[in-house]
């Protein structure tokens, strides 16, 4: 064998040697990555071996799993927020139109029988169906003017029955808020209609208890002023008509102004000669 083949053979020898380093080099870093699973905050991560669904559910942070053999799936299990307008039936048979949001979260400890159970589309599934039938339920059970007048107790109700539908499917609900109730143009103005008309019924009866006290107060005083007539006819002597007269005759005096009266005939109208 010639030495230039000699040195041909070896340097295939030395490129194969290089050649098997890189590869285990590359299936060692692929065992590697393949080796850990990270789990971001807010989310828990559902454990697949083989395609099934293992009873561990990873929580924050890292952690082994076997390579080729076990798949992590993280999934959030922070709060979140389904809102949506449903349209149901009040008990009087009026159209009502919600519009509500919902604030729920994932049991983080629970996630893998949800992703068994239900799967990654639990909102579509599972939340708006659950959502629009709590709405309806309740709804029919309340006229639509109730619906106004007990808008808490009606939210209160809701929620009670939609955290019992959720927590089936190992899904927490946080709260509620009801936005709006929406009716009908012809409900509306009934109800203005109705507004109106108690608002004039109000008005018509303050100004008849306003009409009765005046007249109330109108006869209490005429009483107070007949009683004080008949005491003062009670209290009225000789003495006293005779005291009355003296008076006027000294204001008489008082306002003379020393003038002897133009007619003759007559007697002084405030003097009485008689009396000594």
Known sequence: MSDDNVVNM?????????????LVIAVIALLGTQS??????????????????????????LHFKIPFIQTVIPIEVRVQ?????????????????TTIAVNHHLDANSVNK?????????NTRIVDPAIAEALKAVTAQYTAEELISKRSEVSGKVKDLLTTKLSTYYIVLDEINIREFTFSEEFNRAI????????????????LERIKIEKEQEITKAQ??????????????PELIQLRQIEAQLEAIRKWDGKMPNVTGGAMPFIDVNKQ
């Open 10 to 22: 070896n340097s295939f020898k030395q490129g194969g040697k290089w050649l098997v380093t890189i």
């Open 36 to 61: 850990f699973a990270i789990i971001s905050a807010g989310h828990s991560g559902i454990v697949l071996q083989l395609g099934a669904v293992q009873p561990k559910v990873l929580q924050e942070g």
């Open 81 to 97: 927020k389904s809102e949506t307008s449903q349209t149901s039936a009040s008990r009087d048979l009026q159209t009502v139109s």
């Open 114 to 122: 949800l992703y068994q159970q239900v799967g990654l589309d639990y």
């Open 192 to 207: 203005e209609s109705k507004q109106i008309a108690e608002q004039q019924a109000l008005k018509s009866k303050l100004d």
């Open 224 to 237: 107070a002023q007949a009683e004080a007539l008949r005491l003062q006819k009670q209290e009225v002597t």
